[in-house]
């Protein structure tokens, strides 16, 4: 495959006009990287790209898209098909849905999947093509803890996160030789609109992150090619000892026969 050639890293940062994601439009400006930043909001964008550029001198590229909407998600993707030059992505985007399960419109939930799940999942796909070629090529996640916690979240957006931790340690094994790295980050509660957004009161909520510290965690896990990355996690060997008991049950699903239990 070819190398890509190109004076400085390029990122694309999806929901980039806020929060975790115009975080990390920081972080990666300071670090060099040029940028393409994705979300809806492009006044908010357009005056982040004007922040970063003048402040670090790198190029941002500002590109409105709802990627909810089938059509708006394809320019993302046609995007990413048409710049090579991409080296790193970095999937943030995310909502929430207000309320219990049983009060939620079925479209709403709808559109959390595919804002969560589907345009992670797509825009993973397709920018797989451009990152195979790059020395440095890599992908983050931006999942969640209640990936882990579904006794204390709404179960659409809970298992969203789920499938974006999953999503990640697969594509770890199944394209473990390809040269490209993958990380899931999972950030605890993180002081961001989000919770206004879905009708929670931050200040209610206790052992709140501010979204500079998370970030910078995020990415000193993402420099140690940390496979996932707890940032309020004090014990790493309490994540290392779940992922160790589910791997050893791996062995006891191939069975020829059910469970005495269930005989
Ligand atoms: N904050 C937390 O406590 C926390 C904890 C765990 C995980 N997370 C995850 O972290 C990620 C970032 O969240 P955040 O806390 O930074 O929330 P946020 O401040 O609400 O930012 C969300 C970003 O996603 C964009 N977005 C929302 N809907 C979109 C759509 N339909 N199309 C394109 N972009 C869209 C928003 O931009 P526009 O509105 O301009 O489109 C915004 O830039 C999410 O995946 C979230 O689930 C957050």
Redesign the pocket.
């Known amino acids: 495959m070819t190398q890509t050639t190109q004076s400085k890293p390029l990122a694309l940062i ?9 975080t990390y439009a920081d972080r990666l400006a300071h670090r060099g990287y040029d940028l393409i930043l ?4 492009a006044a ?1 964008m357009e005056n982040l790209a004007a922040q970063l550029s003048g402040k670090t001198g790198v190029n941002v590229r500002v590109f409105p ?4 909407r089938a059509t708006s998600l394809a320019s993302v993707e046609q995007l990413i098909r048409d710049t090579p030059a991409i080296s790193l992505l970095v999937n ?5 849905l207000p309320g219990k399960f049983t009060d939620a419109d079925a479209d709403a939930i709808d559109e959390l999947i595919r ?2 799940v589907t345009s992670l999942a797509r825009l993973s796909r397709v920018a797989l093509d451009g990152l195979q070629t790059h020395k440095n090529g890599a992908i983050i996640n ?5 990936a882990l916690a579904p006794e204390i979240s709404g179960p659409v957006y809970a298992a969203s ?1 789920a499938f974006v931790l999953t999503f990640t340690q697969s594509l770890q094994v199944e394209l473990a030789d390809r040269g490209v790295y993958f990380q899931a980050v999972l ?4 002081r ?4 206004e ?1 879905g009708g929670k009161n931050i200040d209610e909520v206790p052992g709140v992150m501010e ?1 500079g510290e998370l970030v910078d965690a995020a990415l000193a896990g993402f420099d140690q090619k940390e496979a996932v990355t707890i940032p309020p996690l004090q014990d790493d060997n309490k994540w290392l000892a779940l992922d160790g008991a589910r791997k050893a049950l791996l062995p006891e699903f191939l069975q020829s026969h059910a469970a005495p239990r269930y005989r």
Do not use: C, E, Q
């Open positions: 999806t929901g980039a006009s806020t929060g975790i994601g115009a994705v979300a809806r909001d908010k898209a709802d990627l909810t943030n985007a995310g909502s929430v804002l969560n931006i999942a969640s803890v209640l996160k950030p605890a509660a993180t961001t609109d989000i919770w957004k979204v």
